[in-house]
């Protein structure tokens, strides 16, 4: 509940919607104004926001997730959390938690609204599946990089970096895909393509496994380095 009220106060909530929703918008025009696309359909409306999503989506999330951190260290809050007997692990996982249940709403919402209006409710299902499971990430990845920086310009410069720097080892190797799942360049990014361009919006086993294996690696990675970094949080807290 602490964690909402301060979404709401610090306009995190808000930011989120807004991000989200333009994320949507962009998947509608860029067909239409790019690729001049004069009948867009359900299917082709939703692989172009898992598009976006996948593609810009660093860029996108890096300042809301970064701020809703950060902002506890420029005011000092870290020892208010200590008192409360918060550690680095339920003071994390808490903002994860309120950042994603407020992305998974919102994409909830939108899906049903546009799945209304097309009159077809046969991709909301893999679409809230994929398009949770690509946010989930940033909040993850951006998250753990804005719990060890000392500010939200330094949070949002590496995350870009780390961005970058997978788009780029995805490229160098298919081995690499762990760093960048999502990238266009991975067989999972065409398989989802199949998946929306076909009559069938079921997506297999060889599609929902690899993503949920690659969010539990990450929280798995996520709870070594905190636990072998734990100082630096009470270091950031009291000394930025």
Known sequence: ??????????????ILITVICFSFLLGYFLPVGIDKVKHLSQGDFFFSTYTVLT?????????VISFFINKEYGDKNILFYRLMNKNIFSFFYEKVTILFMEAFLTIFILLISISLFYGDFTNFFTSLFLYSAVILQYILIIGIIALFSKNILI????????????VILVAISKKLSFFAPFDASNDLYRIIEKTYMSDSSIIGNGVIVPIIVYIFILIIIQVLLMSIFKKRWLILGIKN
């Open 55 to 63: 593609q810009f989506g660093f860029l996108l999330f890096a300042f």
């Open 155 to 166: 949070s949002i410069g590496i995350s870009i970096v780390y961005w970058i720097t997978s």
């Open 1 to 14: 509940m602490l964690e909402f009220k301060k979404s709401l106060t610090n306009k995190v909530i808000y």
